[in-house]
């Protein structure tokens, strides 16, 4: 049974999202201060955290900093602010994805599944023992899922792991920001453009030597990004 974390300082409404996670077969803990929230996350072993951004003596924007720090568990940021830079600041942060307040509880369970299922697929069995992609310097251990460049290993967060190894593995293809978010996040992409945007920009960051001229992942403007080999 997977067990979830529920940070989230509204009690009617982390009670109703921990009822329908239960109901869908998830081990739930719910706390309501940031900063203890903060500290079980770290200490204790989830295997998805749902953070509210606005919580009292922690917001999430840190506690997702702090999380990204230590583990590469999912996380879905829950908010009522509707702007983008909020948006764009949490998945910069490491967010897996946001949702924003109101929502279903039935989209929220879904959208827990489809982490879940992503996360474990991919550090599953079945994946084979020196599974490695290397390519010009960059060295991508898909069975430790970690990355180098030049021997020095940089860190990644779950869904930019994700985002690199499928272009890399399909280098000289160009794909939509459409295609992209449906394959790495497998979700339709209605309104969430923005999530490849922030993560293609952080694994440049972490990859490129110089971000404006990028040798790894190239923007086809007006159509995507491509993997060059």
Request: glycine share 6%; aromatic share 8%; with cysteine.
């Amino acid at each position: 049974m997977s067990k979830l974390l529920i940070v989230e300082d509204e009690v009617a409404i982390a009670e109703l999202e921990k009822d329908y996670l239960e109901l869908s077969g998830f081990d739930v803990v719910v706390e309501t201060s940031g900063d203890i929230g903060a500290k079980r996350a770290l200490n204790e072993d989830f295997d998805l955290i749902i953070l509210d951004l606005m919580l009292p003596n922690m917001d999430g924007f840190e506690i997702c900093k702090r999380i990204r720090e230590e583990k590469n568990v999912p996380v879905i940021m829950v908010s009522a602010k509707k702007d983008d830079i909020d948006k764009i600041r949490g998945l910069g942060l490491g967010a897996d994805d946001y949702i924003t307040k109101p929502f279903s509880p039935s989209e929220l369970v879904a959208r827990v599944k489809a982490h879940l299922a992503r996360y474990e697929r991919l550090i599953g069995l079945g994946v084979k023992e020196n599974d490695v992609i290397e390519i010009r310097g960059l060295k991508i251990d898909k069975t430790a899922r970690r990355v180098f460049l030049n021997n020095e290993e940089k860190i990644f967060t779950t869904k930019e792991f994700d985002l690199l190894t499928f272009l890399a593995e399909n280098p000289n293809h160009v794909y939509t920001k459409d295609e992209l978010f449906r394959e790495i996040w497998d979700m339709e992409s209605v309104g969430d453009i923005a999530t490849v945007t922030v993560h293609i920009k952080k694994i440049r960051e972490k990859i490129e030597y110089n971000t404006s001229k990028p040798q790894y992942i190239e923007t086809i403007w007006g159509v995507g990004y491509r993997f060059k080999v």
